[in-house]
């Protein structure tokens, strides 16, 4: 005699009738009621894999590799995801496994899933069916439609669905999961994001995987990444090195490097092939490519190596500002400020540079700083070098330039003569000169900066093909201690023909 279920098993309302498809009942019946957990079910989870020579093909087992379990441990517990990883370390078979698996535990449960082109989108959804086709029969739920596009559970009121990253692909759709697999070669990434927001405010996944092999640095993806690794979007960032997956060494390595078909060397060098299809680091996998990069990176490396420690000054706190090296008598300074949008978003940044040498003499670099916190210990570093001081204006600046000159003893530059226009003002053509300056000034080593992490923010500047050449940070990365070094080495020469050279002769100093 057969069974039938009715009603809604996600409330708990089951009633049996001796029906037909009684089996696909008591199946669902035993998912709801034991809840198998996603760990569980990866025991049976079996996948296919081709044969290859010197290697035997067939349906294997899942294995547990560690960097897996961590990705599963987040699946199961966080809303917002993206991984950057090495070529072939199993994110894609355990995405297809996740997904089965909440298609037929959560009543109701949709899921979509996008790749870059309708081809890869298809293979995509093959891994899903390989993963079903291959469960133990008694665990098996009908499947229906069961299509190149979609892998249904009408039983459970569950899909999932496959699209190409097409520009309107998703737009109708709220899912409980949208998946973005090789998310960086998205063609319509920024449109694909955008629609599934209802899915994210609904409080349902979103993951967001890619190896960084497209050259573009300035793609959604790893601005999304970059931002996560900075805990400012939400999402819960993963890197997976080629070494993740065992039995990867460095002699497996040497070969895969030694072995790059010939098409891709002739346009990428075996070093950045490797740095973008098999990464060692975070860093290697998204470091703009050197043609794009505003600044001479050979330089600034050379920098990084002759970065100090800050010395610490009587009546200052050093967790807030950094001090170089202390003012001497006779040597005129220039200053520049530039104010974040808030706290926790970019950084505020004050520089104090020795007009004569191009030295940066004193920082602040935060970005957990009030206004009201940077205002005050710029202040105290501009009246300490008694320095010619060039906030920039922009909205936040007029702030900081208004609460700076309520406190008094600092000496700001104007941009006219009649004194009005405090500053330095930001638009096109101010900046297209302050960034030509200071790339020449910095690669041609006229500027020296002991500052680590104010550093590092120019290897992040590039020449955004995109926006016709135009010199930006890439996404998820900031501009504002480069910009702040470059208003101050721009104006230089106000401090250097100033009546009031620093007068300071004697301080006392700890290390």
């Given at each position: 005699?057969?069974?039938?279920?009715?009603?809604?098993?996600?409330?708990?309302?089951?009633?049996?009738e001796n029906r037909g498809g009684g089996r696909e009942a008591g199946l669902v019946l035993d998912i709801i009621e034991k809840q198998l957990s996603f760990p569980s079910f990866l025991e049976v989870v079996r996948l296919t894999e081709p044969p290859q020579l010197g290697k035997e093909g067939g349906i294997k087992k899942f294995e547990k590799w560690p960097h897996l379990m961590e990705l599963v441990k987040a699946l199961i517990s966080e809303k917002q995801i993206v991984v950057l990883k090495s070529r072939q370390v199993g994110a894609s078979w355990l995405i297809a496994a996740y997904s089965v698996w909440l298609g037929m535990s959560k009543y109701g449960s949709e899921v979509l899933l996008f790749s870059k082109g309708e081809l890869e989108a298809k293979e995509l959804l093959k891994k899903c069916?390989?993963?079903?086709?291959?469960?133990?029969?008694?665990?098996?739920?009908?499947?229906?439609?069961?299509?190149?596009?979609?892998?249904?559970?009408?039983?459970?009121?569950?899909?999932?669905?496959?699209?190409?990253?097409?520009?309107?692909?998703?737009?109708?759709?709220?899912?409980?999961?949208?998946?973005?697999?090789?998310?960086?070669?998205?063609?319509?990434?920024?449109?694909?994001?955008?629609?599934?927001?209802?899915?994210?405010?609904?409080?349902?996944?979103?993951?967001?995987?890619?190896?960084?092999?497209?050259?573009?640095?300035?793609?959604?993806?790893?601005?999304?990444?970059?931002?996560?690794?900075?805990?400012?979007?939400?999402?819960?960032?993963?890197?997976?090195?080629?070494?993740?997956?065992?039995?990867?060494?460095?002699?497996?390595?040497?070969?895969?490097?030694?072995?790059?078909?010939?098409?891709?060397?002739?346009?990428?060098?075996?070093?950045?092939?490797?740095?973008?299809?098999?990464?060692?680091?975070?860093?290697?996998?998204?470091?703009?490519?050197?043609?794009?990069?505003?600044?001479?990176?050979?330089?600034?490396?050379?920098?990084?190596?002759?970065?100090?420690?800050?010395?610490?000054?009587?009546?200052?706190?050093?967790?807030?500002?950094?001090?170089?090296?202390?003012?001497?008598?006779?040597?005129?300074?220039?200053?520049?400020?530039?104010?974040?949008?808030?706290?926790?978003?970019?950084?505020?940044?004050?520089?104090?540079?020795?007009?004569?040498?191009?030295?940066?003499?004193?920082?602040?670099?935060?970005?957990?700083?009030?206004?009201?916190?940077?205002?005050?210990?710029?202040?105290?570093?501009?009246?300490?070098?008694?320095?010619?001081?060039?906030?920039?204006?922009?909205?936040?600046?007029?702030?900081?330039?208004?609460?700076?000159?309520?406190?008094?003893?600092?000496?700001?530059?104007?941009?006219?003569?009649?004194?009005?226009?405090?500053?330095?003002?930001?638009?096109?053509?101010?900046?297209?000169?302050?960034?030509?300056?200071?790339?020449?000034?910095?690669?041609?080593?006229?500027?020296?900066?002991?500052?680590?992490?104010?550093?590092?923010?120019?290897?992040?500047?590039?020449?955004?093909?995109?926006?016709?050449?135009?010199?930006?940070?890439?996404?998820?990365?900031?501009?504002?201690?480069?910009?702040?070094?470059?208003?101050?080495?721009?104006?230089?020469?106000?401090?250097?023909?100033?009546?009031?050279?620093?007068?300071?002769?004697?301080?006392?100093?700890?290390?």
């Amino acid at each position: 005699m057969s069974r039938e279920i009715r009603g809604n098993p996600a409330e708990g309302k089951l009633s049996i009738e001796n029906r037909g498809g009684g089996r696909e009942a008591g199946l669902v019946l035993d998912i709801i009621e034991k809840q198998l957990s996603f760990p569980s079910f990866l025991e049976v989870v079996r996948l296919t894999e081709p044969p290859q020579l010197g290697k035997e093909g067939g349906i294997k087992k899942f294995e547990k590799w560690p960097h897996l379990m961590e990705l599963v441990k987040a699946l199961i517990s966080e809303k917002q995801i993206v991984v950057l990883k090495s070529r072939q370390v199993g994110a894609s078979w355990l995405i297809a496994a996740y997904s089965v698996w909440l298609g037929m535990s959560k009543y109701g449960s949709e899921v979509l899933l996008f790749s870059k082109g309708e081809l890869e989108a298809k293979e995509l959804l093959k891994k899903c069916r390989r993963v079903y086709m291959n469960l133990p029969e008694h665990m098996k739920i009908k499947a229906d439609p069961d299509s190149a596009t979609e892998l249904a559970f009408p039983v459970m009121g569950s899909s999932i669905k496959v699209l190409a990253a097409t520009e309107s692909a998703g737009v109708s759709f709220t899912s409980s999961l949208v998946v973005c697999d090789e998310w960086d070669e998205h063609p319509h990434a920024e449109e694909n994001f955008a629609a599934s927001k209802p899915t994210r405010d609904a409080g349902g996944q979103f993951v967001g995987i890619f190896t960084a092999s497209r050259p573009d640095p300035d793609t959604l993806a790893k601005a999304v990444f970059r931002e996560a690794q900075e805990g400012v979007n939400g999402f819960k960032a993963f890197f997976f090195p080629w070494g993740s997956r065992p039995g990867r060494t460095q002699e497996w390595y040497d070969e895969v490097k030694r072995s790059i078909p010939a098409r891709e060397l002739a346009k990428l060098t075996p070093e950045l092939y490797m740095a973008r299809n098999y990464p060692l680091t975070a860093e290697e996998a998204l470091r703009p490519p050197q043609a794009s990069l505003a600044f001479d990176v050979e330089v600034l490396e050379e920098m990084m190596k002759q970065t100090w420690v800050p010395l610490r000054l009587e009546g200052f706190d050093w967790t807030k500002c950094n001090i170089w090296q202390p003012p001497y008598m006779g040597e005129r300074y220039i200053a520049a400020s530039d104010t974040s949008h808030g706290v926790g978003l970019d950084y505020s940044a004050t520089v104090i540079m020795d007009a004569r040498s191009g030295l940066v003499v004193a920082d602040i670099l935060s970005n957990v700083l009030s206004l009201e916190e940077f205002t005050f210990y710029t202040v105290k570093l501009l009246r300490l070098y008694d320095a010619f001081w060039f906030p920039e204006d922009n909205e936040w600046g007029s702030m900081l330039i208004n609460l700076a000159l309520r406190m008094g003893g600092v000496r700001i530059g104007y941009r006219d003569e009649k004194r009005t226009r405090p500053g330095f003002h930001s638009d096109e053509r101010s900046l297209l000169g302050l960034w030509g300056e200071l790339i020449l000034a910095i690669n041609s080593r006229q500027i020296k900066i002991p500052n680590a992490l104010g550093l590092a923010q120019f290897k992040d500047i590039i020449r955004n093909i995109a926006k016709g050449g135009k010199i930006e940070a890439v996404r998820g990365r900031h501009d504002d201690y480069p910009i702040t070094v470059g208003m101050c080495w721009l104006h230089r020469h106000r401090a250097l023909s100033s009546s009031s050279p620093h007068s300071l002769s004697r301080m006392e100093w700890r290390e």
